[in-house]
């Protein structure tokens, strides 16, 4: 119902803001993420999630539009209320819950307070397909690997190396370093090479 709000930042602590929209003010549950995103400017704009219950309607913002989304799923979930989603991204960030999520890894869920082992395995269960669909983790991830790996193949291919040989020590090199960047990457290779 309520997307977003823009307005005037009339009071931030770590777990709500007041935004004053055009006279009005209103209060929004937020997450430590979103704290630590929020500009100290007086006027900013958060993504909203209206809960809607029999006793009360409750506004909750973020920074980003993949943390409500995050959310969203996180409440879909048995269990999962909105105060334990909200903790769960106070705790991680939005990204290490995708991941989390993603890869399984029950242990980072459960390590956030008022998760205990069923319910960590519940939300990896639920939401593990989803995730992977909204997000395109796995293509994400395979995407960036190969762009930092083909430019280090390129550099490498006009240093005189043979592509195939090549493409063999760049993959070891990426298995043992991920996240390597690309002049890591060639660095590392011509060490083996």
């Known amino acids: 119902m309520i997307t ?6 009339v009071e931030k602590n770590p777990t709500d803001v007041v935004i004053d929209c055009n006279g009005v003010g ?10 630590s995103q929020i500009p100290n400017e007086e006027a900013i704009k958060l993504y909203t999630y209206l809960q ?36 769960m991204l106070s705790s991680l960030t939005p990204v290490q819950v995708r991941e989390g999520i993603a890869t399984s890894n029950v242990a980072l869920i459960q390590s956030i307070k008022g998760i205990g082992a069923k319910t960590a395995q519940r939300v990896i269960l639920d939401l ?26 390129s550099a490498l291919e006009v240093l005189g190396f043979v592509r195939k040989q090549a493409e063999r020590v760049v993959d070891k090199v990426i298995a043992v370093q991920p996240e390597a960047n690309v002049e890591t990457i060639i660095k590392e290779a011509l060490k083996n090479l």
């Open 52 to 87: 809607v219950k029999e006793d009360s309607h409750t506004l909750y913002g973020f920074s980003t539009i993949a943390e409500r989304e995050i959310f969203k799923l996180l409440i879909s979930v048995s269990g999962v209320g909105a105060s334990i989603a909200r903790t």
């Open 26 to 35: 209103y209060t929004l549950n937020i997450s430590l993420h979103t704290y």
């Open 128 to 153: 593990k397909d989803k995730i992977l669909k909204v997000y395109d983790i796995d293509e994400n991830s395979v995407a960036k690997s190969n762009t930092v790996k083909d430019e280090a193949l």
């Open 4 to 9: 977003h709000i823009r307005g005037k930042l």
